[in-house]
């Protein structure tokens, strides 16, 4: 199994950043993917959910109005959007799938003003 994202992206506060993640080594669709984040001294926060099956999508109160998760199941790939880009969105972005027992490598994102 594996979680393959997208790499390191930069950008200005205000801004949006889409985060990918390539799924592959199981059936995409037997298990949510989860969208955590992990910003500098702080822990683990978790943003939401998709359910690949029917895109169903449950956020984080904090996330609800700034946050977008979609999932291609023709190329087992789910997306985070994050738009209104603040510098505390400062961190690396994670996917998780199986029930938190597979990870994604990570994305840094990095916002600057």
């Known amino acids: 199994v594996q979680l393959v994202q997208s790499g390191a992206e930069l950008r200005i506060a205000g801004a949006s950043v889409k985060v990918s993640c390539k799924a592959s080594?199981?059936?995409?669709?037997?298990?949510?993917i989860n969208w955590v984040r992990h910003a500098p001294g702080q822990g683990l926060e978790w943003m939401g959910r998709i359910d690949p099956e029917d895109g169903d999508t449950k956020f984080a109160r904090k996330f609800q109005a700034r946050v977008t998760f979609t999932a291609d199941t023709s190329t087992s790939t789910a997306y985070m959007d994050l738009i209104s880009l603040r510098l505390e969105d400062t961190a690396v972005y994670y996917c998780?799938?199986?029930?938190?027992?597979?990870w994604g490598q990570g994305t840094q994102v990095t916002v600057s003003s």
């Open positions: 080594g199981y059936t995409f669709t037997d298990y949510y």
């Open positions: 998780a799938s199986g029930g938190y027992d597979y």
